[in-house]
């Protein structure tokens, strides 16, 4: 049993042009112990799904419209009381979020926002608490604890920031940890220094975790399992090593396409992805990267949502007669 399964998820925002759908009915499992890699380019709905996951989607205009977010096998999320959902998150359920200046409150002190969970969730002292928090940072290497708990957050630097935050969403000792975009903004070297963090943590204390990137080098390096998503649904889904050596979708082909390879000949034009992500208002119920893929389409696969289908032992796609060719003769494309 995963420890957080996703069931046709749809999350939407009452807009003054109408209710727009951003999450469009998308299935995942999060095997325990292991790390979901969700990528995409902007405005796919990342961050969309991990927000509803912690039931943050801004407020009154954001909703969870349908599907279950089942954590640890009998908790849904999605329908939880909130008195309850308070108890897991923060506690059972940790969030990086991907702006640290934006996450931390720029009027109160490191300290304090590191022993806010810690005097939440467990029943502690608040001097049992700032040591907690110290150690926290330390654990997390920030250099003289001590001080930087005293620090407001403009004091430190984006890194540090960062630092803190993860500090802050392992305060409990989270089951899962989602990490959203968790190396925005940091230069290479700062980046690589907290995905490192990350996965020591992760081995550390045997967490399950969610980490939401547009990179996919990132998700090459850091995750087990990755997911593919595209103007609000999942195209692709399957493991690191399958979904890199046989990417099935002309999506996940044309990411891959993307990344500059080092044996190339110099000053090669990249590779791009031409036309930009639909927005919700524009959305088809149909294939949606086939207007992107350069590939022949007509009305009707715009209309018709193609089958989302397991090709091989866990490698899923969403089969659309435009954006996936050669399929095993035993499947069939319906779209």
Known sequence: MPLLRIENLRVGFDTEAGHLTAVDGISLD??????????GES??????????????????????????????????????????????????????????????????????????????????????????????????G???????????????????????VIAIALACQPDLLICDEPTTALDVTIQAQILDLLKSLQREARMTVILITHDLGVIAENADEVAVMYAGRIVECASVRSLFRAPLHAYTQALLRAIPALDSVPKTPL????????????????????????????????????PY???????WVEASRVCVANLPPSQTILA
């Open 309 to 315: 289908l397991e090709i091989r032992p866990g490698h």
């Open 142 to 164: 920030i250099p003289a604890p001590d001080e930087r708990l005293r620090a407001y957050p403009h004091q430190l630097s984006g890194g540090m920031r960062q630092r803190v």
């Open 30 to 39: 999060v095997p325990r112990g292991k790390t979901l890699g969700i990528v």
């Open 271 to 306: 590779f791009s992805i031409e036309g930009m992500v639909p927005s919700l208002s524009e959305l088809k119920p149909g294939c949606r990267f086939a207007p992107r893929s350069g590939r022949p389409y007509t009305e009707q696969d715009l209309m018709q949502r193609p």
């Open 43 to 140: 405005g796919s709905g990342k961050s969309v799904t991990a927000l509803a996951i912690m039931r943050l989607l801004p407020q009154p205009s954001g909703k969870i419209t349908g599907g279950r977010i089942l954590f640890d096998g009998q908790n849904d999320l999605a329908s939880m009381p909130l008195d309850q959902l308070r108890r897991i998150r923060g506690n059972r359920i940790g969030m990086v979020f991907q702006e640290p200046m934006t996450a931390l409150n720029p009027a109160h002190r490191i300290e304090r926002q590191l022993m806010e969970p810690l005097l939440l969730h467990l029943v502690i002292s608040r001097a049992d608490a700032r040591e907690r928090a110290r150690e926290l940072l330390a654990k997390v």
